[in-house]
């Protein structure tokens, strides 16, 4: 199957501060990526579809201008948490929707906000 | 709004059982449908993909039924093995991409 990278694979930061999360297709191109967001015990929770070329579209609930995306080439996306507090705290994950309509996803981000 | 239900919500089995996973959902519009597995603490493995068009789709030991009218999909493990020990999660897609998430099963296949 196709191979999506996030980075930073883990990150702890102090309240307040920006976090950046990178979500590349190594090896096809995806106008569309999207974002999930796991809570421990709990399923995946989509974020927002981050479309190439575009703003956003951020599910309800999600607020975009704590969350900042930006899908500038065809391989990349990217997610900022601004501002994080303890309760951003969760595992992030990226996926990217292949031209065979298959969804594949990064190995996540844990990000821990003291 | 789409809704996703999979149960069991746990499965213990011992190694060499033959596994029925069931999943449901809500608005039977849907473009495809995936089976993923999670291990802990890492991101979702696709098992098979399934297009709304199909019945069913195999990979090796897995198996996964479609019946898109009542909204069901069934994945079927054979013969388990310690290694399918995960939590194996079910997504209904629809036009736009979004996939939609059960709870998962989590399943443990003991030697």
């Known amino acids: 199957g196709a191979v999506v990278s996030q980075h930073p694979s883990w990150v702890i930061c102090k309240s307040g501060t920006s976090v950046k999360i990178e979500c590349r297709s190594l090896d096809f191109q995806a106008t569309t990526m999207f974002w999930y967001r796991q809570f421990p015990k709990q399923s995946l929770m989509l974020m927002a579809t981050?479309?190439?070329?575009?703003?956003?579209?951020?599910e309800q609930g999600v607020e975009k201008d704590k969350f900042l995306i930006n899908h500038a080439s065809l391989t990349l996306s990217t997610l900022t948490v601004t501002s994080a507090h303890p309760e951003d705290s969760s595992f992030y994950i990226c996926s990217a929707f292949s031209d065979r309509n298959e969804q594949f996803f990064g190995p996540g981000t844990r990000l821990t906000v003291l | 709004k789409q809704e996703v239900t999979q149960i069991p919500a746990a499965l213990s089995v011992p190694e060499g059982e033959n596994l029925v996973l069931n999943c449901s959902f809500t608005d039977s519009a849907i473009y495809n449908l995936q089976w993923f597995r999670q291990d802990p603490g890492k991101g979702l493995t696709s098992l098979l993909l399934?297009?709304?068009?199909?019945r069913e789709q195999t990979s090796g030991r897995l198996n996964a039924s479609l019946d898109k009218s009542s909204g069901r999909s069934t994945l079927y493990i054979a013969a388990s093995q310690p290694g399918d020990s995960a939590t194996y999660l079910c997504?209904?897609?629809?036009?736009?991409?979004?996939?939609?998430f059960g709870q998962g099963t989590e399943l443990s296949v003991k030697p």
């Open positions: 981050s479309n190439e070329g575009s703003k956003a579209t951020y």
């Open positions: 399934i297009q709304s068009s199909q």
């Open positions: 997504a209904p897609v629809n036009q736009g991409g979004k996939l939609i």
